[in-house]
């Protein structure tokens, strides 16, 4: 058995970045061989095993055939007969169809480690076109490394565009491009890379129409703020409406989390700042479901901040939730117990006052 380590793994320890993950092709093996060997079998669309011992996986070489448009419109071969480089062949980019053999030598046969140095993105062959999912690879490689995409490679991405493979991605695979880009350390530059080769539109229908701009900005602030994936999907759609980051989300299958912020912080955006008397900060705090998620409340205040919104606004909000929250609801409850709501809204509106008056008293 010929065995190699492939792909990110030899890609991320030449540019001198902690490994990961290894991922393994097998050369002149069959399944049934490598089942004896004890090889768990865990590939769902190619052959792929679990090794006994490291659980790493190890894929048996293949080469795949367009048969369909779309990412799942493939034909693979998986047989002893094909070689590592044909395998390597069918990968996106030069810097990922690079191997290690198992004496540690490195087997190149696409350029891979010239365009690392280059600081390049570059596909391997014309079949890159065959896979819409590239284009978002691409885009995800190019905010992580910040590397430069090859004008040969550009061109084959617009005219994928232009041919409507990209209508073809499916939106699962879509966020799940879309939200390892945008965990990057330069998110922005997925989005523009996308926007360049003309996909965005397909990606993000309508976003681009919106206050785009300033929905970059906010996203840059959240990721030099080391902000986690629901924050930043919440600041890159803080431009849209309710409506519109609610039906993004929900086409796109993002997890709750994300959605959920995301439509808050679009429907509430710039009330931070508008909020400036006892009843209208209570509103906003009702409307953000402050007493019972202040959790997600603060999350709320930080796309705020990202957007560009005062750290005073913020701070004035927290004090009236901490006020408004001391309130005894059981207690007013009691006392009132024809008009809960009403009295229990003049209790924090009364306590909120205070609150403000302390903070505005000197000393």
Known sequence: MKSYVVGGAVRDELLGLPVQDRDHVVVGMTPEAMAKQGFRPVGKDFPVFLHPQT??????????????????????????DVTLEQDLARRDLTINAMARDEGGALIDPFGGKADLEARVLR??????????????????FAARFGFAVAPETMVLMREMVAAGEADALVPERVWQELAKG???AAPRRMFDLLAECGALPRVLPGWAATDSARALRALDAAAADGAALPLRWASLL???????????????????DCRDLAVLAAAQRGAHDAAATPPALLDVLQA?????RPERFGQWLAVCRYDGGGAEAAARLERARVAANGVDAGAIARAHPRDIAGALRRARIAAITAAMKDAATPG
């Open 288 to 292: 953000c479901d402050a007493f019972r």
């Open 238 to 256: 803080c431009g849209v409406d309710a409506s519109a980051a609610e039906v993004t989300s929900a086409r796109l299958r993002a997890p709750s």
């Open 123 to 140: 596909h391997v062959s014309p079949a890159f076109v065959e896979d819409p999912v590239r284009i978002l690879r691409v885009a995800r």
């Open 55 to 80: 659980r790493e996986e190890y894929a048996l070489a293949r080469t795949e055939r367009k048969t369909a448009r779309g990412y799942r419109g493939f034909q693979v071969y998986a047989a002893p």
């Open 182 to 184: 945008l965990m990057e």
